[in-house]
């Protein structure tokens, strides 16, 4: 089971997902003992995540919130039946 | 929330983001707590954003993520590889290691966020509730009501291309 270094750049996804046949699990490890262009590649795609996911949060505009405030405040003069 | 409503509906996100939270208050007695309060928010700002994405369009969202995964694509160049698929110029090492210091470096985030508006829907959908947002596969899938398959290939073809932005900012001459 021979792995290309461009058949594992289409396979990274499914490797971090966990979704991948025993064959190709073997074919990756195998390339990946003696690849470190491929290792660099996964360790870019993991950074990218990682990334994505330390994006600052955006914070509610002035509008967005008093519009919340004051619909919180209608609802509570009208309890629900 | 606004995040979110942009990846899906960019020309109605105000809409869906007012109209999320109208439905969010009317609903909040009836939230059961059997999901999250974030994905139970989500799923709702979803169903609004699929009404505009159908109207304007006039395209469901599934139909638009079923195409979408469709179209034949590539996670790196292919002129990258030779002949035999090995790489002919390979990934170089990146100036920054952390993520922290990848979105510092990213003018705080700010080039990232626009890397990922502008993937194509559906892929921008998926990497913002996915990897932004932190959602898991089923909980994406469960609130789009799109096929797991097609989610992954949206997701690795998204995340390859975020990748591959990165790769210009980042690698070392």
């Known amino acids: 089971m021979v792995i290309t270094c461009r058949e594992l750049t289409e396979l990274a996804t499914d490797k971090k997902e966990g979704v991948l046949s025993g064959m190709d699990r073997l074919g990756i490890r195998v390339h990946l003992s003696w690849c470190t262009r491929c290792r660099t590649y996964l360790e870019q795609m993991d950074l990218a995540v990682d990334a994505l996911a330390a994006l600052p949060d955006e914070a509610a505009t002035d509008e967005v919130v008093s519009d919340l405030v004051s619909r919180f405040e209608s609802k509570k003069r009208t309890p629900s039946e | 929330m606004s995040r979110v409503a942009r990846s899906m509906a960019p020309s109605h996100a105000e809409d869906v983001v007012q109209e999320t939270w109208a439905a969010v208050i009317d609903g909040l007695d009836r939230f059961e707590g059997r999901s999250s309060l974030k994905t139970w928010v989500l799923r709702i700002l979803s169903n609004r954003a699929k009404t505009w994405i159908k109207r304007e369009k006039r395209l469901d969202l599934e139909h638009i993520f079923t195409e979408e995964a469709a179209v034949e694509e590539t996670a790196v160049a292919p002129e990258r590889f030779s002949r035999i698929g090995n790489w002919s110029a390979p990934p170089a090492a990146w100036s920054e290691r952390t993520p922290e210091a990848i979105v510092l470096r990213m ?33 994406v899938c469960d609130i789009l009501g799109v096929t797991e398959a097609n989610q992954r290939v949206l997701l690795h073809r998204g995340r390859s291309k975020v990748r591959s932005a990165m790769e210009r900012y980042l690698s070392e001459p």
């Open chain 2, 107 to 139: 003018e705080t985030g700010m080039l990232l966020a626009r890397v990922v508006e502008e993937l194509p829907q559906a892929q921008r959908i998926v990497v913002t509730l996915r990897d932004v947002e932190g959602l898991s596969s089923d909980e």
